[in-house]
């Protein structure tokens, strides 16, 4: 038998066999199976559009009291908004109603409070403005927005603007 041999291990002899000719090249390595990976289809997530405004403004502001949010309005579009805002507590209740932006003040200071009110815009009577404000502070019955929110408004809304509070 060509290529054949007679080995002898632990008492035990063996004979080798071989018909092919003896291998004159390096094995290849064996390969390792490939990683098991698991594709699973994404579960399509939707997320539900914001809040429609629930005023008939639509050129202004409206602020939904219950939700606590309020919109910026132009030309029947959102321009900003659903915004998260804070409000006067029940002895002092921000105004529900219909109202129009009377005048704005970029740095006013309350004359009554002494309290800085960035981006005044007000609309109501008794000093009622949106300006920036701690959300999770009660006003004296403005509307507290975000500093960016607060800018957002003070440009986005012109004197004799609508404002509707529900």
């Not at 290529?3 to 018909?19: D, I, Y």
């Not at 699973?40 to 405004?53: D, E, K």
């Amino acid at each position: 038998m060509r290529g054949a041999g007679v080995v002898t291990l632990l008492g035990l002899t063996l004979v080798t066999a071989s018909c092919a000719a003896p291998r004159t090249t390096t094995p290849s390595p064996i390969a390792e199976p490939a990683p098991l990976v698991r594709t699973t289809t994404p579960v399509p997530t939707t997320t539900p559009p914001p809040p429609a405004p629930p005023c008939a403004v639509t050129t202004g502001a409206c602020v939904s009291l219950a939700q606590r949010l309020a919109w910026l309005l132009r030309d029947g579009r959102v321009v900003r908004g659903p915004v998260p805002a804070g409000f006067g507590p029940p002895d002092q209740a921000t105004p529900a109603g219909s109202f129009h932006v009377v005048w704005k003040d970029r740095e006013h200071t309350s004359s009554v409070y002494g309290t800085d009110m960035p981006n005044s815009v007000f609309f109501a009577a008794g000093g009622i403005a949106f300006h920036a404000g701690p959300l999770d502070a009660p006003s004296h019955g403005c509307v507290h927005l975000t500093d960016a929110d607060s800018a957002a408004f003070f440009d986005g809304l012109n004197v004799g603007d609508a404002v509707q509070v529900l």
